[in-house]
């Protein structure tokens, strides 16, 4: 934007005429400062550096556009610190960095260095107009266009509806292949090169990285090395002439808060039966984490001395056939991942074993006699089994019994019993589900029993 002074021809039906030293450039170029910025593609811009004016000044200036041109939105502040140009060619592709003034023909050098090439207005990214000094963004508002009206707010326009002369517009999009960083996807404490690809001549990249990564290079090296500080998730980004790009990776061994070890033979519940061949495998806790971001390549078992581990597959060393302990009790089996860069810790998972009885109801549903056994067998046939079937219960034990309705309420207590069955008068029970309770050998087996009318 020239510095030279000029006045704008506003709309006739305005009362203000606004001069180009008030509207578009804030103080003389020889108080200002100046530095240095680059295109995508690496050619130096001449910026200037402004202090920002008074909050009453920006209040003020705000109330003036609004006034001015009350068919456009403010949608930021009035500023001395940034102008169109700035904004357009160099704020919006630079988050988080500071502002400046960019003066003509700083616009210029963007597209004169082939960071953007003229297109069609219908993919357009970046508008100058040509037939004045101006530059403007497509806004996210179809048919708006976004821009800064020299110190005046960041206005939100029709393409026409401007201080500005909009007789010849012309359109430009990026012309560049984006930057890509290039390396593995594991790092480990070991180390290894990451390469920023497509970097644009003459540019310095800016590293950052996640907390579990350490750099071990200088900061815009390239290839700029890298190793894992810790276990999990991480990340590497390079940042480019206000262009940023990352990449995601697995640091350190895999880690064993990502593991779950599951029951197959009881839908993964918590529990074994006591000397019965289950199927363990290896899951993962987070839909974020699996095999392949961790690199796994390999799994190594652990368990109490009860267990008795004889088979492991061969294909992908996830599954695991054990024998649990035939006493019961509780028990913990343990596992642990490896990738390139080692084993992980062990991840355990705690299971109690089971004797295998359960409780049968019959009949059930009843409606005044029902009789309760202890069964021993398959703990996923149904409980709907007669009385007379053959068990190997243990005369000599003991077993009580409890059975409450569903408000918590007890309707029957009985102690000691040797029998392996017991039955019970239903009559005068409300209709209804009822929760049975029994303590057999230091177990607790529980079933539901309904009684209806």
């Not at 100058?128 to 497509?138: G, W």
């Not at 996807?185 to 996640?210: E, H, Q, R, V």
């Not at 019993?417 to 009822?434: D, P, R, V």
Request: aromatic residues 14%; hydrophobic residues 30%; proline residues 5%.
């Amino acid at each position: 934007m020239q510095t030279n002074f000029k006045f704008l021809k506003l709309p006739t039906n305005l009362s203000v005429i606004v001069s180009l030293y008030a509207l578009l450039f804030p103080l003389n170029s020889s108080f200002a400062q100046s530095t240095t910025v680059y295109t995508p593609n690496g050619t130096p811009v001449t910026v200037l550096i402004f202090n920002e004016m008074s909050q009453s000044q920006i209040i003020a200036t705000n109330a003036q556009a609004a006034a001015a041109f009350p068919n456009a939105t403010i949608i930021n502040d009035a500023s001395t610190t940034y102008n169109c140009h700035a904004y357009a060619w160099y704020l919006t592709e630079c988050t988080g960095c500071t502002n400046y003034w960019m003066n003509t023909p700083g616009d210029d050098k963007y597209w004169q260095d082939g960071s953007y090439i003229e297109i069609s207005s219908t993919e357009a990214e970046k508008i100058s107009y040509a037939s004045d000094d101006h530059s403007a963004i497509e806004s996210v508002v179809s048919g708006k266009y976004d821009s800064k009206w020299g110190q005046w707010p960041l206005m939100r326009h029709n393409p026409t509806y401007t201080p500005y002369n909009s007789s010849v517009l012309k359109y430009y999009k990026r012309n560049f292949t984006p930057p890509s960083i290039s390396g593995p996807d594991i790092i480990c404490s070991a180390g290894s090169p990451f390469t920023m690809n497509n970097l644009p001549s003459g540019s310095t990249i800016t590293w950052s990285k996640s907390s579990n990564i350490t750099m071990n290079s200088s900061q815009g090296s390239n290839p700029c090395n890298f190793s894992a500080s810790g276990s999990g998730i991480g990340w590497i980004k390079a940042t480019v002439s206000g262009y940023s790009t990352q990449k995601n990776l697995w640091a350190g061994p895999p880690s064993p808060n990502e593991l779950d070890i599951q029951n197959s033979n009881y839908s993964g519940q918590d529990f074994f039966v006591a000397g019965e061949q289950n199927v363990l495998w290896v899951t993962t806790k987070t839909y974020a984490v699996d095999e392949t971001v961790m690199g796994i390549d390999d799994y190594d078992w652990n368990y109490s001395s009860g267990w008795s581990h004889f088979e492991t597959e061969d294909k992908d060393m996830v599954s695991v056939v054990f024998v649990p302990p035939y006493s019961y009790g509780y028990e913990t089996v343990y596992v642990r991942a490896h990738n390139p860069c080692g084993e992980g810790n062990w991840h355990s998972e705690s299971y109690q074993i089971m004797q295998n009885y359960y409780l049968s109801f019959y009949p059930n549903p009843t409606y005044g006699e029902t009789t309760v056994s202890i069964e021993q067998g398959n703990p996923e046939e149904t409980d709907q089994k007669s009385s007379s079937a053959e068990t190997t219960f243990d005369k000599i034990g003991e077993w009580d019994l409890e059975i409450y309705d569903l408000m918590n309420v007890q309707k029957l207590k009985k102690d000691k019993l040797k029998s392996k069955s017991i039955k019970i008068q239903t009559a005068g029970w409300n209709e209804g589900i009822y929760i049975v309770r029994v303590k057999y050998k230091d177990e607790i087996l529980t079933g539901k029993l309904l009684v209806t009318k």
